[in-house]
């Protein structure tokens, strides 16, 4: 396949594993005291196990698995609040697939779908649109969820519900931002990080700019990276340089398709639509300022939390504690390993989650559980 197999050529592959070890060595990492690169992105997290890289890389590297998957961050209650709206009898709810299994505390969508709820799901928040355009009798709720990669596609349709005056469409707004849940990650004095593997999607759209504060306030190399093997390792390598080196840099492996000032356009439209919520909260992270975003007061009746006066606006009490055993917090923070959870293909598998990180497609549970697991043959002798 033209433009990918070039990512994938196992020659290439060889030579930057080989020059990783090097790096490795002149740090002075080993197996007892390896250098710790966290990937923020789910699909990082994914494509490291898919192509193997988690057992090809040589000892004394490690990486943590960050909390960049939408679906797995998201929390009980926000699942909680989703049934609420979608079991009202004139509502329409629609969600992308991968959200539909996520436990709430008495429910997950799936769940509440089966129970009668009139869910339903899209590829896009346009396909909730036309919906709302065919039943003007029915209220339809977009389940907006996610990073800044679908956080402009979410603001174009509410754009264009306004331009229409179609006021039977809403969103439930669950979006949220990158460079906040790391900045809280680096201020948590038990978490031991050497370096990053940064997203290349959400930097598609948001640019390189805004990881500035983690080289410049915490001494830590960021690597923007692309999604294909050869991406991943030449980005490592990268991240590692900068260790050796004594540097701490924003550096951009993904430049084929990361701006350095990202997407004009997908901001402007961000910028129009959302403001800052001044707190939203994470699973396994808590409360963490600044790092979800709401409707903004000129698009406000397409804005579901104030049509059904539910969630922030309506002032509910937020926190709700995870199911018993499940460690999705402790997974998520970098703290345990998925095979180190008591749940972990037992009480927790991908045909009955327990928790998130089992659920999403990007989650690192399910990623462990799909291709095998990092290491976990060692760590089970
Ligand atoms: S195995 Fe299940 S319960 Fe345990 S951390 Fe993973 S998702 Fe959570």
């Known amino acids: 396949m033209r433009y990918v197999q070039e990512f994938r050529d196992p020659k290439a592959a060889r030579a930057l594993l080989a020059e990783i070890g090097r790096v490795l060595d002149q740090i002075g990492a080993t197996r007892e005291s390896p250098v710790h690169i966290m990937e923020i992105c789910g699909g990082h997290t994914?494509?490291?196990?898919?192509?193997?890289?988690?057992?090809?890389?040589?000892?004394?590297?490690?990486?943590?698995?960050?909390?960049?998957?939408?679906?797995?961050?998201?929390?009980?209650?926000?699942?909680?609040?989703?049934?609420?709206?979608?079991?009202?009898?004139?509502?329409?709810?629609?969600?992308?697939?991968?959200?539909?299994r996520v436990p709430g505390t008495r429910k997950s969508l799936m769940q509440a779908k089966a129970g009668g709820a009139d869910i339903r799901m899209v590829y896009s928040p346009l396909d909730a649109l036309e919906l709302a355009r065919r039943n003007p009798g029915r209220e339809v709720v977009f389940f907006g969820l996610g990073f800044e990669t679908t956080t402009p596609s979410t603001a174009l349709s509410i754009q264009q519900a306004a331009r229409e005056g179609l006021t039977n469409f809403s969103v439930f707004c669950n979006h949220i931002t990158v460079p906040p849940p790391i900045k809280a990650l680096l201020d948590d004095p038990h978490m031991v990080l050497d370096g990053f593997v940064g997203p290349g999607h959400v930097s598609m759209v948001i640019g390189t700019r805004p990881y500035d504060f983690i080289a410049r306030d915490y001494g830590k190399p960021l690597v923007v990276a692309g999604f294909e093997p050869l991406d991943l390792l030449q980005s490592v390598l990268m991240v590692l340089t900068q260790i050796r080196d004594g540097r701490a840099e924003i550096e951009n492996q993904y430049a084929r398709v990361v701006p350095a000032d990202g997407n004009p356009v997908s901001l402007a439209a961000i910028a129009d639509v959302y403001e800052?919520?001044?707190?939203?909260?994470?699973?396994?992270?808590?409360?963490?300022?600044?790092?979800?975003?709401?409707?903004?007061?000129?698009?406000?009746?397409?804005?579901?939390?104030?049509?059904?006066?539910?969630?922030?606006?309506?002032?509910?009490?937020?926190?709700?504690?995870?199911?018993?055993?499940?460690?999705?917090?402790?997974?998520?923070?970098?703290?345990?390993?998925?095979?180190?959870?008591?749940?972990?293909?037992?009480?927790c598998t991908p045909e009955m989650p327990l928790g998130a990180l089992m659920v999403s497609s990007e989650g690192a549970c399910a990623a462990y559980y799909q291709y095998g697991g990092a290491r976990a043959p060692q760590a089970a002798e």
Do not use: N
Not at 52 to 79: A, N, Q, T, Y
Not at 84 to 98: L, Q
């Open 276 to 347: 800052p919520r001044p707190t939203f909260e994470w699973r396994g992270l808590g409360e963490i300022d600044a790092s979800g975003l709401r409707i903004r007061d000129a698009y406000r009746a397409w804005d579901a939390e104030e049509k059904f006066g539910i969630g922030y606006g309506a002032g509910r009490a937020r926190v709700v504690q995870e199911p018993e055993g499940c460690a999705c917090g402790m997974v998520m923070t970098g703290r345990c390993k998925p095979v180190d959870c008591p749940q972990f293909g037992t009480g």
């Open 46 to 100: 994914h494509a490291i196990f898919r192509y193997g890289l988690d057992k090809l890389v040589p000892e004394g590297l490690e990486f943590i698995h960050g909390p960049g998957c939408p679906v797995c961050v998201l929390p009980m209650s926000r699942v909680d609040e989703c049934v609420e709206i979608a079991e009202r009898p004139e509502v329409i709810f629609t969600t992308f697939g991968d959200a539909m």
